[in-house]
């Protein structure tokens, strides 16, 4: 899907922003939205209801099942992705994300947890990291530093306007750079 979520997908950024995302369009408190490594990458999402049973949206490796699906639900459209062998798969193993390696996930749940302008920031220096990252400009363990730098710069507002995330966000792009010439130097 692009050089940028990949990356997102290797520090986990990608999960987090997903729960933030969930979190609102839910309305949903973050503490209930998890991260769960599936490493065959066959499910794509699961949902708990009240009940305790358990929805899997289960599919091949490939982000053209899940994204089709938004588009075309209710409806189930033919796809040109490939099909699940379950008789090859084999098994389905779950673990839980390790926040100390994955900083960015960490990152995301302070920020989700923080509120207010917080995500802003983290999105946009998230942002700047990783371009500088895919143009030569920082390391891949840089990435998460130069977010958290810019949140810890950050004194957290309420949303007001969406003209208030913009100044947020063009603050915190800024201040991303600013990380990354001091990072360089």
Not at 72 to 101: H, K, N, V
Not at 129 to 135: I, Y
Request: hydrophobic share 45%; glycine share 4%.
């Amino acid at each position: 899907m692009g050089a940028k979520i990949t990356i997102d997908s290797a520090t986990l950024m990608n999960k987090g922003l997903e729960r933030i995302e969930a979190m609102h369009l839910f309305n949903c408190d973050l503490d209930f939205i998890n991260v769960v490594v599936q490493r065959q990458s066959k499910i794509h999402s699961m949902v708990e209801f009240a009940d305790g049973s358990v929805m899997a949206h289960l599919g091949a490796s490939d982000m053209r099942i899940p994204i089709q699906f938004a588009f075309s639900y209710p409806e189930r459209w033919d796809t040109p992705a490939p099909r699940i062998d379950f008789r090859e798969l084999g098994q389905l193993t779950f673990d839980a994300a390790d926040m100390d390696t994955f900083r960015c996930l960490a990152l995301a749940e302070r920020a989700g947890k923080t509120g207010g302008t917080m995500p802003c920031v983290l999105n946009a220096a998230n942002e700047v990291a990783v371009d500088a990252f895919l143009h030569d400009g920082c390391s891949f363990t840089d990435i998460d530093r130069i977010a958290e730098s810019c949140m810890d710069a950050h004194d957290m507002q309420a949303v007001d306007s969406f003209e208030q995330l913009r100044d947020i966000d063009a603050w915190a792009r800024e201040k991303a750079a600013q990380v990354l010439v001091a990072t360089r130097s």
